[in-house]
T-cell receptor
Framework: QKEVEQNSGPLSVPEGAIASLNCTYS??????FFWYRQYSGKSPELIMS????GDKEDGRFTAQLNKASQYVSLLIRDSQPSDSATYLC???????????FGSGTRLQVQP | KAGVTQTPRYLIKTRGQQVTLSCSPI?????VSWYQQTPGQGLQFLFE???????NKGNFPGRFSGRQFSNSRSEMNVSTLELGDSALYLC?????????????FGPGTRLTVT
């Protein structure tokens, strides 16, 4: 049974700060890792994908992957109130192409 | 490029009835996956279709079925609805083949079973 673990939060950060969201996964064959943002009442929106160990940056977002530790994280720099949402970590192994989601971390950015 | 569309957006059904949900993927995407989202269980994978064939299936009863058409549009059917089937049903489309595995979600269909 694949598991993806996230701290449910809420994680509260002041505007302009760095928000750090963490995720661990249990299945060592996992190959693809994704971060989604979900606003209340809306569907998940893809923020980042990462497939190799190391860092991947896209604007204010940086995804970090450490396959040896089975750990993936998302950093949000210069956090804005509009970043307040639930952030979902998802993993899949290449063969299955089915995403297994964590329960999400609720982020609150305080103005 | 237009995003993933799902119809209808909202549905209210009675226990025992059946329902069909529709999904149109992003143009050029051949893979369509379906997920169920509930407050208690979170987001769970139902099944994935690629070129009209079911490639993967999650751990849901046989009451949940789907199909994909030659234009990549997909439908999901739930028969003999139960109260516990009330959920947000999400469809996601992707290229479905290496090197890109990114999945993009539609707005979802919110199903309420009474």
């Amino acid at each position: 049974q694949k598991e993806v673990e996230q701290n449910s939060g809420p994680l509260s950060v002041p505007e302009g700060a760095i928000a750090s969201l963490n995720c661990t996964y249990s299945d060592r064959v996992s190959q693809s890792f994704f971060w989604y943002r979900q606003y209340s009442g809306k569907s998940p929106e893809l923020i980042m994908s990462i497939y190799s160990n190391g860092d991947k940056e896209d604007g204010r977002f940086t995804a970090q992957l450490n396959k040896a530790s089975q750990y993936v994280s998302l950093l949000i720099r210069d956090s804005q109130p509009s970043d307040s949402a639930t952030y979902l970590c998802a993993v899949s192994d290449t063969g299955r192409r089915a995403l297994t989601f964590g329960s999400g971390t609720r982020l609150q950015v305080q103005p | 490029k237009a995003g993933v569309t799902q119809t209808p957006r909202y549905l209210i059904k009675t226990r025992g009835q059946q329902v069909t949900l529709s999904c149109s993927p992003i143009s050029g995407h051949r893979s369509v996956s379906w997920y169920q989202q509930t407050p208690g269980q979170g987001l769970q994978f139902l099944f994935e279709y690629f070129s009209e064939t079911q490639r993967n299936k999650g751990n849901f009863p046989g009451r949940f079925s789907g199909r994909q058409f030659s234009n990549s549009r997909s439908e999901m059917n739930v028969s003999t609805l139960e109260l516990g089937d009330s959920a947000l049903y999400l469809c996601a489309s992707s290229l479905g083949q290496p090197p890109d595995y990114e999945q993009y979600f539609g707005p979802g269909t919110r199903l309420t079973v009474t």
